[in-house]
């Protein structure tokens, strides 16, 4: 029997985009069809998440155009992982395998031939590993290869330059079904879930139209969200630095009480001054980073749901 592949594709505000790269999706799933490598009810599925320009109506437009396009329509911004995994879960029960990808053609979809060969193979999960950076510019391409570092000293487990250019089995998707976190980091959370894994290298090429959504504000945002929902690690760095300054002041006491002893102590306010400032820092940053886990245990208590679908391409609204 041949997998059934659902191609899932998150889009906000790409309707320059769209148009260029859904046919280039459909024909990949053509080629592979033709292979014989997948299924002929395989689809590339479009999740709308709540884009205000035009980018649903083109979908629907896609949908009836041709019957191997999907698409689902979220209530609202809920961003690009949110949007991502209700794609997913969509797809779980209607495929054997999904495979994630940006809507912007910036990622070489010649990779997916690789890539179902691999599931033949035997993995359930293929990560997109992105052989090299020179599409992106300087500026991207060294935040991007810091925030991977950063999110490895930090603890977060996460495989080095793959984003989430994926593919994931309905059987991971069924277990990952269970995690029901709403700070979602995909790609830190799919190796979590364990099964055999494997690369596919390609080569990442510039937004075909249209501009990136993330910028630098967001990207932070992302590295921030990986750190603190994969890792407590932060907090412990904290702990060990309070030893550390504790020992510190600890030998500044010893320092003065001696000086005072040999009668050598002279008003330095200058010195007190900046002690008192680092401490202050490093208190504020620390309640910062503790707020920023309490935060994230708020909102995970309130379960809220991550997405939620208002309209699809089958079920359109009257
Ligand atoms: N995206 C989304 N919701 C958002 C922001 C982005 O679904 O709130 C989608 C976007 O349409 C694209 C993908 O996520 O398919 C990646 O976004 P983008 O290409 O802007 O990011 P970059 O490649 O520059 O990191
Ligand atoms: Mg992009």
Request: aromatic content about 10%.
């Amino acid at each position: 029997m041949k997998p059934v592949l659902y191609i899932v594709i998150p889009c906000y505000n790409e309707e320059e985009v769209l148009p260029i790269t859904a046919p280039m999706f459909l024909e990949k799933l053509n080629t592979l069809i033709g292979l014989e490598k997948i299924a002929p009810d395989s689809r590339v599925l479009f999740v709308n998440d709540g884009s205000k320009d035009r980018t649903w109506e083109i979908i629907c437009g896609l949908a009836e155009s041709d019957e191997h396009y999907k698409g689902i329509c979220l209530s609202r911004n809920r961003g690009h992982q949110n949007a991502l995994l209700g794609g997913l879960m969509t797809a779980k029960d209607r495929c054997d395998i999904t495979i994630s990808i940006d809507c912007d053609g910036q990622d070489d979809i010649n990779a997916m031939d690789e890539m179902v060969d691999a599931y033949l193979d035997g993995a359930e999960i293929v990560y997109g590993v992105r052989s090299s950076r020179e599409s992106d510019s300087f500026f991207k391409r060294t935040t991007a290869q810091g925030f991977y570092k950063l999110l490895n000293v930090m603890g977060a487990e996460v495989v080095y330059n793959h984003a989430d250019y994926r593919l994931v089995s309905s059987r991971v998707l069924q277990e990952f079904s269970n995690f029901k976190e709403v700070n979602l980091f995909l790609r830190g959370m799919f190796p979590m879930v364990g099964f055999k894994s494997t690369c596919v290298y390609y080569e990442r090429h510039e937004r075909l139209a249209g501009k990136s959504h993330y910028p630098l504000k967001k990207m932070l945002a992302l590295a921030f969200d990986g750190i603190t929902s994969l890792s407590i690690k932060p907090i412990r760095l904290i702990t060990i630095f309070g030893f550390f300054v504790a020992l510190l002041s600890g030998v500044g006491i010893l320092w003065s009480v001696g000086t005072a002893l040999a009668g050598k102590s002279v008003a330095g306010w200058a010195s007190m001054v900046c002690i008192f400032c680092f401490l202050g820092g490093v208190q504020l940053i620390s309640i910062g980073i503790i707020g920023e886990y309490v935060g994230k245990i708020y909102l995970e208590t309130k379960g809220r749901p991550r997405y939620i679908i208002s309209e699809t391409t089958d079920e359109k609204k009257k």
